[in-house]
């Protein structure tokens, strides 16, 4: 029998999502749905790892899968569900705390990035974010995880401690492959073209969000940040403009070169409109389609109770295989 691989990723609803988020992650899984057996979770646990207001989550948590139905994600193809519902995730992650490290946590880069924003408020959830992933993916005996390479580090602990898991007791984990997608590549700051595109970022100058008004996204790719060399080309000296042109090329599909080509003598604002105009069409379907999604609480509830029902059918098999390797007593 030819099975689907299992594919496994999610997103934190940490604030609204931006165009990093889109085109990094929920424009490739689209695509993805069709190839392999889907599971896409919306991370709240993940988000409370730094302090978030109740309201605010519950809201983000509600608006981030309007965002995966929107953009294209399909309920009946993939699962979609919220992660505390499933509260595999938590068991796990407690096990696999047992076999994680202090050291190898304290190498990961987005600890010592958020711990140095958090300062005074560095909680032991924190510290603990890679485990509780690793958990994420290992409980769906994940194939393949689509990550940028601002994750791959994470990922990377992951098959550690399910290989360290396996070592020690018997295949139990399937070890997960990093999953590199066609579009690929980060979407930068449009203030600071060196740091990836972030919803934590406090200047909201520097990204664009998916429920940005048109206006919004013209307003901020405007004031994007360039450079004073006053050539439209692609290259790392030249971070924001190459950042645009990635935004075009992602969103078109047309290459790198061809957008230079296009734009030879011609300015920054032409590019920064052009690019404008693309994000704001590529957005506005999204943008209403979540609108109107995001006001029907009962289409949406149904939604996350049939993928969580889902997701916890093969993650309490998991869990349960894991429980008895480590010598957990069976209550049944
Ligand atoms: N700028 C980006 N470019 C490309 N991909 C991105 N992703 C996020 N930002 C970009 C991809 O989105 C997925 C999950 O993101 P997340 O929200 O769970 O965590 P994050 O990577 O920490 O995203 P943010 O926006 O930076 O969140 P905050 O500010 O709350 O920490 C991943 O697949 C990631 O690669």
């Not at 203030?191 to 909201?204: G, R, T």
Request: proline share 4%; net charge neutral; hydrophobic share 35%.
């Amino acid at each position: 029998m030819s099975e689907k691989k299992t594919i496994f990723s999610g997103i934190q609803p940490s604030g609204a999502l931006t165009l990093g988020n889109y085109l990094g992650a929920i424009k490739n899984w689209v695509e993805l749905q069709e190839d392999y057996h889907s599971i896409f979770c919306i991370v709240d646990m993940h988000a409370i790892t730094v302090p978030k207001e109740p309201k605010d989550l519950r809201h983000n948590t509600l608006e981030v899968l309007s965002n995966y139905i929107a953009s294209g994600l399909d309920p009946d193809k993939a699962t979609l569900f919220i992660q505390s519902h499933v509260s595999a995730h938590a068991e796990l992650a407690w096990v696999l705390n047992c076999f994680s490290y202090f050291g190898e946590l304290g190498r990961m880069t987005q600890f010592k990035d958020k711990s140095k924003k958090n300062e005074g408020n560095i909680t032991a959830g924190l510290f603990d974010y890679p485990v509780l992933m690793a958990a994420d993916i290992l409980l769906y005996q994940t194939d393949l995880v689509p990550v940028g390479e601002d994750q791959r580090q994470h990922l990377e602990l992951s098959r550690d401690i399910a290989q360290r898991f396996n070592n020690r007791f018997s295949p139990t984990f399937v070890v997960p492959e990093p999953y590199i997608s066609k579009i690929g590549a980060k979407v930068m700051s449009l203030q600071d073209p060196l740091s990836k595109m972030s919803k934590s970022d406090d200047n909201d100058n520097s990204y664009i969000l998916l429920n940005d008004k048109p206006d919004d996204i013209l307003r901020k790719f405007k004031r994007a940040v360039t450079d004073s060399v006053g050539v439209i080309g692609y290259n790392t000296e030249q971070p924001g403009v190459k950042n645009l042109i990635d935004i075009c090329s992602k969103i078109t599909g047309e290459s790198a070169e061809a957008i230079v080509q296009k734009f030879e003598n011609k300015g920054y604002a032409e590019l920064k409109q052009t690019t404008a105009e693309i994000v704001i069409e590529e957005l506005r379907p999204i943008r209403e389609e979540s609108e109107k999604l995001l006001k029907d609480k009962e289409y949406l509830q149904r939604i996350y109770q049939k993928g969580a029902e889902k997701a916890e059918d093969v993650g309490r098999k998991t869990l349960r295989k894991v429980y008895k390797k480590v010598g957990f007593v069976s209550r049944y």
